[in-house]
């Protein structure tokens, strides 16, 4: 291995589609080390417990297995590879597979419209240990939060599915919750703003707000907080 190798963040392709996979591994290999491709469940889990990626670009719709695609995919290779980050790329934006597999455990997820140079962004966004997910995703996101009571203090309940009253998000007024949401599903700072119509200033003073009646340390946390409760 050379030592240009060496300091490239270590890749892999999960897709069932040669054409698509052949295309994004093109797209990816100036700027990545390509470990391994595959196109099924469980080949894609040997092949990460083979080659251990420290990033996954993962379809949710894989065949084989026992019919649970990326999510399947996530859970079965944990064991194997612990330190891999999932980032979900996809066609679909539908809530049930964004869902599925940011429960499983996916880092981020964005949709196949996604541009080569902004691809290439985001794995090593979710490599940083940030949290990243397709502006397409805005609308989804938008009608989970009302569903679930946005700014009234209700999570979803992770067996039923159904919104459950939580103390903690109840601390956050209803700003709050929205530029909570919003940073969890990795929006920047400026993008909050444009979003919310509100100053960048005002973003980071809801931020520290957040964190601080949260009792966490970062965003990242902030992330992993809100998808244990379903809430992203």
């Known amino acids: 291995m050379s030592e240009e190798q060496a300091t490239k963040i ?8 040669e054409m698509f996979r052949a295309g994004v591994i093109a797209t990816l290999r100036d700027s990545f ?11 894609s889990v040997a092949m990460i417990a083979q080659t251990k990626p420290q990033v996954v670009l993962l379809d949710v719709h894989v065949p084989g297995g026992e019919g649970g695609g990326g999510a399947e995919i996530l859970l079965k290779s944990r064991p194997y590879s612990p330190n891999t980050v999932f980032l979900a790329l996809s066609v679909s934006d539908a809530p049930q597979d964004v869902g599925a597999v940011i429960r499983a455990g996916a880092q981020g997820y ?23 997910f397709s502006p397409k995703l805005a609308g989804f996101v938008l009608s989970a939060f009302q569903g679930a009571g946005a700014g009234t203090g209700f999570g979803i309940d992770a067996d039923t599915g159904g919104p ?23 929006y ?5 703003a444009a979003e919310l119509f509100i100053s960048i200033k005002t973003v980071e ?28």
């Open 205 to 232: 003073t809801h931020v520290s707000s957040v964190l601080r009646k949260l009792q966490l340390s970062n965003r990242t946390e902030l992330t992993r907080w809100a998808a244990d409760r379903r809430i992203v």
């Open 110 to 132: 964005v949709t196949k419209t996604i541009t080569g140079a902004d691809l290439i962004s985001s794995i090593k966004q979710v490599h940083e240990g940030y949290a990243v």
């Open 33 to 43: 080390d390509i470990v391994g491709q595959a196109a099924d469940v469980p080949g």
């Open 188 to 192: 920047t700072y400026k993008e909050v």
């Open 164 to 186: 459950v009253h939580d103390e903690e998000l109840d601390r956050l007024s209803a700003r709050e919750q929205e530029v909570m949401r919003l940073i969890a599903r990795g």
């Open 10 to 17: 270590r890749v892999a392709v999960v897709d069932d589609h």
